[in-house]
């Protein structure tokens, strides 16, 4: 689209989500309105090299202040959705999401990640939780039970995309408080230091706002941003009780993937 046509395409969108930006929140108003731009770029097919609106068409549509859009603009920056350029203005940029196929038989999360990204895995706790975790009855422990607690940064190509939590027995994990994993897989791990190997893993995803600030920090991402909340619980061969409790905060550039097949159908006899 030329800029004409993306400032008109703007127009009867913003009167139609004005209205989200004047309800009473807790999300801060520049973030709603980042919001807004971000799914009029996804919804309206803009293309990268597409001239984004100016600031003053955009306050004026939307009947904020500048400051507010110009935060706004600047997150949008930031997450990668538009490129400034000096003298010029905000240009589109090509926004390709993550895709993870994560709803496959492939349990391990670090097999879920596409083969050509650059993975990296950042620790950043790891700590013995005492005596008294509610954790400690879902995976089979009794309430007196230590918990190693781990958690990792995931990052793609050096962009923070997952912070995974993990919850195991400190009895039998203690170790890896301080190892490193094999091949930086908690799940290679079990099965080349322990001779655990994963069977099963029930997974749970719900959409909610992210409230914790040391996420949001470590994710570079505002509170209050949508995030997918991931939990499982991981099983080994020959075991009864789960032997890892999984958190994870995914943020919003990571979609998933799935390839679902339809059974085949069989023709129902009449009379049956």
Not at 85 to 90: C, I, S, T
Not at 149 to 171: E, N, W
Not at 259 to 269: A, F, G, V
Request: net charge negative; hydrophobic share 40%; with cysteine.
């Amino acid at each position: 689209m030329d800029a004409e046509q993306v400032e008109s395409a703007l127009v009867p969108y913003a009167v139609e989500e004005a209205v989200l930006l004047s309800s009473a929140s807790s999300i801060p108003v520049y973030y709603r309105l980042y919001r807004l731009l971000k799914r009029f770029i996804e919804t309206r097919a803009l293309r990268e090299g597409d001239r984004f609106p100016a600031e003053e068409t955009i306050s004026s549509l939307f009947g904020v202040s500048r400051p507010t859009t110009n935060r706004a603009i600047q997150e949008l920056v930031a997450q990668g959705w538009l490129a400034r350029e000096r003298g010029r203005g905000a240009f589109v940029r090509n926004q390709g999401l993550l895709g993870l196929s994560l709803l496959t038989e492939n349990l391990s999360l670090t097999d879920q990640f596409p083969a050509d990204a650059v993975l990296t895995t950042r620790f950043l706790d790891r700590q013995i939780i005492e005596a008294g975790h509610p954790y400690a009855e879902i995976l089979g422990l009794t309430e007196d039970s230590p918990l190693l607690f781990l958690r990792r940064l995931r990052l793609v190509d050096g962009k923070p995309v997952m912070i995974c939590d993990s919850y195991l027995s400190a009895s039998q994990f203690a170790d890896l408080r301080e190892t490193a994993f094999v091949r930086g897989s908690l799940y290679a791990t079990f099965e080349e230091r322990y001779g655990l190997t994963v069977s099963r893993s029930d997974r749970k995803v719900i959409a909610q706002e992210l409230i914790d600030e040391s996420i949001a920090e470590s994710l570079e991402v505002p509170l209050f941003s949508p995030i997918l909340l991931l939990t499982g619980l991981t099983y080994v061969g020959g075991a009864e009780n789960p032997i890892e409790y999984m958190v994870a905060h995914v943020r919003e550039c990571v979609a998933f993937t799935n390839t679902i097949l339809r059974r085949q159908s069989h023709p129902r006899k009449e009379g049956v």
